[in-house]
Nanobody
Framework: QVQVVESGGGLVQVGGSLRLSCTVS????????MGWIRQSTTKEREGVSC????????YYRDSVKGRFTISRASAKNTLYLQMTNLKPEDTATYFC?????????????????????WGQGTQVTVSS
């Protein structure tokens, strides 16, 4: 079974930075698109960013472009989300997700329904 564990969240002030990590086991890491989805009590679930299975192409939600960077370290099956210049609207629980099917998803868009294998999430709180 695929195991996904997120970490790196915390409480920061506006303008601060955090680096989220997602470690994956039991999966063909390099064959699947991966991404970050966030949920909050004030906003609907939304895809934040995804990295295509080829490990090259990326997609970012408009509201985080220029502030967030998605990357991976394939040798240790870890996905990252570097977040800078954080804003209160970034407050949410962030989940690492893996595409349901091989060589699919994250092609010009990020559709949450294309993913599963969510972890427990990591909380990001940005205070104003």
């Amino acid at each position: 079974q695929v195991q996904v564990v997120e970490s790196g969240g915390g409480l920061v002030q506006v303008g601060g930075s955090l680096r989220l990590s997602c470690t994956v086991s039991g999966s063909r890491f390099g064959d699947y698109s991966m991404g970050w989805i966030r949920q909050s009590t004030t906003k609907e679930r939304e895809g934040v960013s995804c990295l295509r299975w080829n490990g090259i192409n990326t997609y970012y939600r408009d509201s985080v472009k220029g502030r967030f960077t998605i990357s991976r370290a394939s040798a240790k099956n870890t996905l990252y989300l570097q977040m800078t210049n954080l804003k209160p609207e970034d407050t949410a629980t962030y989940f690492c997700v893996i595409a349901k099917r091989l060589h699919s998803a994250c092609v010009g868009e990020f559709r949450p329904e294309d993913y599963d294998s969510w972890g427990q999430g990591t909380q990001v709180t940005v205070s104003s």
